[in-house]
């Protein structure tokens, strides 16, 4: 028999990192009691602080890989779409974590009605040069010149990379780090949608708006760094749409 209610389950920019284990613990916390409940379980981005290649066998993370079994056993399906900091994830991490890889952006409907999902970088215009490095970074004449590098060399690069990446970010201005407004109107109305969930901004929010008179609403999910921040989805089969809680997991 079908549940009476069903649940889904958003998250992103956890960073997992070996250097910040408690994350990791609070990431294995979330799985074991929130996780495996869920119908499924959506990862919008930047889970991993980095990742270099799916030949990486990343032993310092076993513990998250554990987790992604236990939510395997218990049948909860999970879907992936990349982040600007874990776009090299392929098809080898999709089978050994029993994921879905999804592209950005994916259209789900929970309950008759539509859900945009991305990771949200896109939507970040005004940061021209980073969108300039990331056209650079995603073509395949890139990633095939970087993952033919060895393991050691591709570590070191993104280790240089995340050190001036962090002096840009701070001296960059904190709006030009957010979303536009024209991209968000621009992806809601090409998808027709009244509702867009994303990440990556580390601005966890609720933006409720009109375009044309429909009513549109952006769900940020935050990071995890002090604590966890997930999207419960909630929608009953006997009524239309359904209920959402944005929700600190500590
Ligand atoms: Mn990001």
């Known amino acids: 028999m079908?549940?009476?209610?069903?649940?889904?389950?958003?998250?992103?920019?956890?960073?997992?990192?070996?250097?910040?284990?408690?994350?990791?613990?609070?990431?294995?916390?979330?799985?074991?009691?929130?996780?495996?409940?869920?119908?499924?379980?959506?990862?919008?981005?930047?889970?991993?602080?980095?990742?270099?290649?799916?030949?990486?066998?990343?032993?310092?993370?076993?513990?998250?890989?554990?987790?992604?079994?236990?939510?395997?056993?218990?049948?909860?399906?999970?879907?992936?779409?990349?982040?600007?900091?874990?776009?090299?994830i392929k098809t080898g991490f999709a089978k050994r974590t029993h994921c879905q890889i999804i592209p950005d952006p994916t259209s789900i409907c929970i309950n008759q009605q539509n859900i945009m999902l991305m990771h949200g970088d896109s939507l970040c215009t005004d940061d021209i040069k980073y969108q300039e490095f990331k056209l650079q970074v995603r073509s395949d004449e890139w990633q095939n010149a970087f993952t033919a590098k060895p393991l050691s060399e591709r570590k070191m690069i993104v280790e240089n990379l995340r050190k001036t990446s962090q002096s840009a970010t701070s001296e960059k201005n904190e709006a030009i780090m957010d979303v536009n407004q024209q991209a968000v109107e621009k992806a809601v109305l090409k998808h027709n949608t009244r509702w867009l969930i994303h990440g990556h901004t580390h601005r966890p929010n609720i933006h409720q708006f009109k375009i044309d008179n429909m009513d549109v609403t952006r769900i940020v999910l935050g990071d995890w760094y002090e604590y966890g921040s997930v999207l419960s989805v909630t929608s009953h089969q006997q009524t239309d749409g359904f209920e959402f809680e944005l929700e600190i997991f500590q």
Do not use: C
């Open 2 to 88: 079908d549940k009476a209610v069903s649940e889904t389950l958003f998250i992103s920019d956890l960073h997992l990192t070996a250097e910040r284990p408690a994350i990791i613990e609070l990431f294995k916390r979330f799985v074991n009691e929130r996780g495996v409940h869920a119908d499924a379980l959506y990862i919008l981005g930047d889970f991993f602080e980095y990742w270099v290649g799916d030949d990486d066998p990343a032993e310092e993370l076993k513990a998250v890989f554990d987790a992604f079994n236990t939510l395997h056993e218990q049948q909860v399906p999970v879907y992936f779409m990349h982040g600007n900091r874990d776009f090299l």
